[in-house]
DNA sequence: CAAAAAAGGTTGCGTGCACAATCAACATTT
DNA sequence: AAATGTTGATTGTGCACGCAACCTTTTTTG
């Protein structure tokens, strides 16, 4: 690991930790265990740092719902694989997911133009998840929905629910909210059962 | 208005413009155009004036949800008047609202032993939801959930739905998110229509 | 190939600034 | 005359970032 990438770790790492504000370029360097000047001349400064930090991240994301949704064979499926997917990278530490949620242009940091690429590539994970919704429709495993409007409320939830699960203490929180978002998902894409006795026939 | 007032009123303004690191006892001065010693003076220290701007917004938070869902007959209208409140407060101005999306236990401050009081407030709107939800499925308007889960489970909602619309710049958002995230939750928790020929005699 | 030179990586102290919090003096009210 | 409210300059701290010196690797050149 070259000492540029031991202080992408530790920036990570911190930055989950600590939130932007009381990272300091200090604490970074010395969990890194490189000099403090290296971060201003590899990084230029700390919001580069943590653009860099968080891109990482969110491209590790991306990647990891994209496999997840393209095993699927029904757009339901993938809904729900997304949903899955979403919920259990949050919880995987290696992820270093919190600095997302801890910094991130949605709160503590100011958002500058640097942060455009941040919200294109959410924007690139609405879409995902638009396109599963959309195949459902066609395949008939989901109901008609207006797709993107849909797959920002379903993302608006994960978000949500993640934020309750990692920020919350333990003791506010109920056991199983995970699995419960998940059957509000499922119940709230389920197709309408008017047709109860006759589609069971269309089994191939 | 007092000038302790006055300080509180343009805390609530800042925190929810610039967050928690970047708001100064000097901009906060400034705008409530007292002097800077007053802060300290009346409020102790930096976090402590946040958690006064904080419970003050909370409280506001839990009275209008609670005026709102008193007025409801069945459970289910509780429910949905519940989250057509939280979102409308959560667009309202004058609510000083952002001060719980941009600061915050949640993000940007670290959790001291003070902020208790404030998952304490937030525990008690699930408390109020989830009396909603245990109402409808007495009164027959809910199907069987379990209450406390399925309210964790709508509020994140809410709050993901939240921050999407007040944080994402405009070009990302969808244009009717609030409308479509309601419809999700009335989809999420409707009854199961298998009995869809029989019910409908059961008007009064 | 060796010597020289350039380029890039690495160091941690120095600097200047912005900030929260203090404080002593002054004003107003009780 | 005591208590409480109000002032803003001052203080001390902690920080991001600059910087000059040093080390290591690659490139150039006779």
């Given at each position: ?64 719902l994209?496999?997840a949704t393209s095993r699927c064979t029904t757009g339901r499926e993938g809904v729900l694989a997304f949903c899955r997917a979403y919920l259990e ?39 995902l998840l638009?396109e599963q919704i959309?195949r459902g429709?066609?395949d008939?495993t989901l ?7 849909t797959a920002?409320?379903i993302v608006?939830l994960m ?19 995970y699995e419960e978002t998940l059957r509000f998902v499922e119940r709230a894409v389920s197709l ?13």
């Amino acid at each position: 690991m070259t000492k540029k990438e031991a202080l992408l770790k530790a920036a990570k790492e911190l930055f989950g930790e600590y939130g932007f504000a009381e990272t300091t370029f200090k604490k970074i360097s010395e969990r890194a265990g490189v000099a403090l000047g290296l971060l201003t001349h590899h990084y230029g400064n700390k919001e580069k740092l943590f653009l860099a930090a968080g891109m990482d991240v969110l491209n590790n994301f991306l990647r990891v719902l994209t496999r997840a949704t393209s095993r699927c064979t029904t757009g339901r499926e993938g809904v729900l694989a997304f949903c899955r997917a979403y919920l259990e990278f949050s919880l995987d530490p290696s992820s270093y997911w919190l600095v997302l949620v801890r910094c991130s242009p949605y709160s503590d940091m100011k958002v500058s133009e640097d942060c455009d690429i941040m919200f294109r590539k959410f924007a690139e994970v609405h879409l995902l998840l638009e396109e599963q919704i959309r195949r459902g429709m066609e395949d008939g495993t989901l109901p008609t929905l207006p797709a993107a409007a849909t797959a920002q409320v379903i993302v608006a939830l994960m978000v949500g629910a993640n934020r309750t699960r990692v920020l919350t203490p333990y003791s506010y929180t109920v056991p199983h909210l995970y699995e419960e978002t998940l059957r509000f998902v499922e119940r709230a894409v389920s197709l309408p059962n008017t047709s109860d006795m006759i589609s069971p026939a269309s089994e191939r």
